[in-house]
């Protein structure tokens, strides 16, 4: 299984960055925002034919949350632009349950 950890830590000057890291050969970049995630996680994914299977969401404990809910804004304007683009939803609906 591909599987990256994606790890948001404080940057110690007021901000953050993501440290994403590929568990199958320990390799690791640091992300200074979403855009350079994005284009990280596409180029580590290459390496196995773009598949991932998981990303592990982590954060510091230190974290502010300020920074979880800028973080949090930033993906949710980066997926809805990219479910315009395709047309079509890339997160699964959750179900109300019975």
Do not use: Q, S
Request: overall charge negative; hydrophobic content about 40%.
């Amino acid at each position: 299984m591909v599987i990256f950890e994606a790890t948001i830590k404080n940057d110690n000057v007021g901000g953050w960055f993501i440290e994403l890291r590929d568990t199958t050969d320990g390799r690791v970049e640091i992300c200074k925002d979403i855009d350079e995630f994005e284009e990280k996680i596409e180029a580590m994914g290459d390496d196995y034919g773009g598949h991932i299977d998981e990303v592990r969401w982590l954060k510091d404990d230190d974290l502010h949350p300020a920074a979880m809910d800028e973080i949090r804004a930033l993906m949710a304007e980066k997926r809805a632009k990219i479910e315009e683009e395709r047309g079509d939803f890339i997160t699964p609906v959750a179900t109300p349950k019975e």
